[in-house]
């Protein structure tokens, strides 16, 4: 294939996946689910497939995907289920690999253990771009989402490691604490290198204006992690997951508003692409799948039908963990309600002991201590309110056991088998059978099964209540900085009364408009009428009318056209402000 028509292809491929995109909002069905059927299709179109090596989507397209997912997960969210994904990507994958690697053991008679296990290891993660890509869409339960998602972030890491680990043992070169030993080192080392990569480029990207040159470095930190991880033989998949967490963690705090913009837009154009065109890259690589599989002595047929079997058997266990799961889970919220009880009374008492001692109500360390021990427990009641109000059930339990789906990393991790492995060919159609069944059966009924289950996603009125709480708060703090009679600018000079009274009204405009979509609900008529809609609309003329007055002028070249573009991009954050405003209570 030369380079004009790889060329054509990728374009071919580009403009499908945008396609996809758009379709699938009107059909109701996720993008990925069919790009995947299209590229079925594609791939019996002569000459049309094409076969990435699997070191290509391993080491050059999972890096980014993981990052770009962990970016947008919530610290704190993956802090409170963290019993739950560690569980699901560390001892579900561990199950799922040695009951399904013992049972091809047994189907294939001149397959060995090890080399079972490892292609067990290979469809026992779930698929982070499927999760993400459905749970939103669908509109699961945030904390559904969030297990999910943190799941799929980390269960790749255990599966490669096993991976690696029984291709190693297939030569007889390890041994079960060699394995354990391995998989402990491989953590420890990656979250390691994640940490250390995570505060050093947010510490650089911190110290950089330039949001091009922001966003330039934030596509490298995926790779910076990656690489030394895997150099040194620890999970450079999990390396990149703990840097990403740590990245979107601290960009609140570390990086410049604009910076924050323009990394949010490139990653979620980049993440569009790649995800989507990995779904589309299996749905291509059928057809060769099955012709490697044809020149070997079993059928394609018959690898096909195992791959429904081990799809089943992947899907039963995954039940039968989450029942014992949802009990631990009940328990811990249990023990926690009685722990936070303990704790309450504690500080009752030791409040009562300050308010009674002057020595220590003046000790600046038993202050100290106490701020802590509140905000532990302010903390601690936090995660038991959300538990309560997003406890799973059984519903949870269901949706969580049926959105197991997985995806291209399995089919890559499965071509990264030995060449000399028996059965190899059909051991590959085997786990590409398991991702696809997975993601069009599992992912094309998952809406289906939401309505059966009657589980709702949030609230939209609670949601918009919240958000209106929050801008309130956040703007009574933020006038307390003009009640100061004595306030100056950073250069010290005074500020003029009608300056600060404009400040004043603008401040209060996004939490007055909040509110009024909260009591009243968008899209009521007499919202239409408030002062501060009324405010929104008469700006967006204005804008409109200076946006067109800006086109004279470029069609005139009266200005210099760097003038041109910095007012432009000036329209643009403002316009994209007063829609943040409107749509703030409906994200």
């Known amino acids: 294939m030369d380079l004009l028509q790889t060329g054509l292809i990728g374009v071919v491929g580009l403009v499908t996946i945008v396609a996809a995109g758009a379709f699938s909002k009107r059909l109701g069905v996720a993008a990925p689910l069919i790009l995947i059927v299209i590229g079925v299709g594609f791939s019996f179109i002569p000459g049309a497939p094409v076969q990435v090596p699997h070191q290509v ?95 799929s972030l980390v269960n790749d890491a255990t599966a490669l490691v096993l991976l690696r680990s029984a291709i190693a043992a297939t030569a007889g070169a390890v041994s079960f604490w060699g394995v354990v030993g391995d998989f402990a080192f491989a953590v420890a080392v990656a979250v390691a290198i ?63 508003p604009q910076a924050r913009i323009s990394e949010r837009l490139n990653w979620r154009t980049l993440q569009f692409v790649l995800e989507n065109g990995v779904f589309l890259l299996m749905g291509v690589e059928v057809t060769g799948l099955i012709s490697n599989t044809l020149e070997d002595d079993l059928s394609a047929g018959r690898a096909v039908v195992i791959g429904f079997i081990m799809t089943a058997i992947v899907l039963v266990l995954r039940f039968i963990f989450i029942g014992p799961l949802l009990l631990v889970l009940r328990r811990q919220t249990e023990n926690a309600e009685r722990m936070q009880t303990r704790w309450g009374a504690f500080l009752a008492r030791f409040r009562v002991r300050m308010d009674a001692d002057d020595r220590l109500a003046t000790n600046e360390r038993v202050i100290k201590r106490r701020g802590r021990l509140e905000q532990a427990h302010k903390r601690r009641q936090a995660d038991l309110d959300q538990a309560r109000a997003e406890g799973l059930g059984w519903r949870g339990g269901v949706i969580l056991g ?65 958000l209106a709480s929050l801008l309130d708060e956040l703007g009574q703090v933020g006038l307390l900085a003009l009640e100061d009679p004595d306030f100056r600018l950073p250069g010290g000079e005074n500020v003029d009364p009608a300056v600060i009274e404009r400040v004043r009204s603008d401040t209060l405009l996004a939490a007055e408009s909040a509110w009024e979509r909260a009591d009243h609900g968008a899209g009521v008529d007499g919202l239409s009428h408030s002062p501060q809609r009324q405010y929104r609309a008469l700006r967006r003329e204005v804008l409109q009318a200076e946006r067109d007055a800006l086109l004279e002028a470029r069609s005139a070249g009266s200005y210099p056209s760097r003038i041109l573009s910095r007012a432009q991009a000036l329209l643009d954050l403002e316009e994209t402000r007063l829609e943040q405003i409107d749509n703030g209570g409906n994200g």
Do not use: C
Not at 71 to 95: G, K, Q
């Open 402 to 466: 049926w959105s197991g789906m997985r995806g291209v990393v399995t089919l890559a991790a499965a071509q990264s088998l030995p060449e000399g492995t028996p059965y190899r060919a059909q051991l590959v159609l085997i786990a590409f059978t398991v991702a696809v069944t997975t993601l069009l059966v599992q992912g094309g009924t998952l809406p289906w099964l939401i309505r059966l289950t009657g589980i709702r996603g949030t609230d939209r009125a609670a949601d918009r209540r919240e």
């Open 194 to 256: 994640g940490l250390v990569v995570g505060v050093v480029t947010v510490w650089l990207r911190s110290k950089l204006r330039d949001p091009l040159l922001d966003t330039a470095i934030s596509f490298t930190v995926p790779f910076i992690a990656f690489i030394p991880a895997e150099y040194l033989h620890a999970s450079g998949v999990l390396a990149v997951v703990v840097a990403g967490l740590y990245s979107g963690h601290n960009s609140a705090s570390r990086f410049t």
């Open 57 to 151: 989507i391993l080491y050059g397209l999972l890096p980014p995907i993981l990052y770009s997912a962990a970016l947008n997960v919530p610290v704190l969210d993956f802090r409170r289920n963290l019993t739950s994904i560690s569980a699901l990507s560390v001892l579900l994958v561990l199950a799922t690999t040695f009951v399904t690697g013992v049972v091809l053991f047994f189907v294939f008679p001149q397959l060995s253990l090890a080399a079972g296990i490892a292609i067990g290891a290979v469809i026992s993660p779930t698929d982070a771009v499927a999760a993400t890509a459905l749970g939103k869409r669908l509109g699961l339960p945030p904390r559904l989402v969030t297990i999910l998602e943190g799941e």
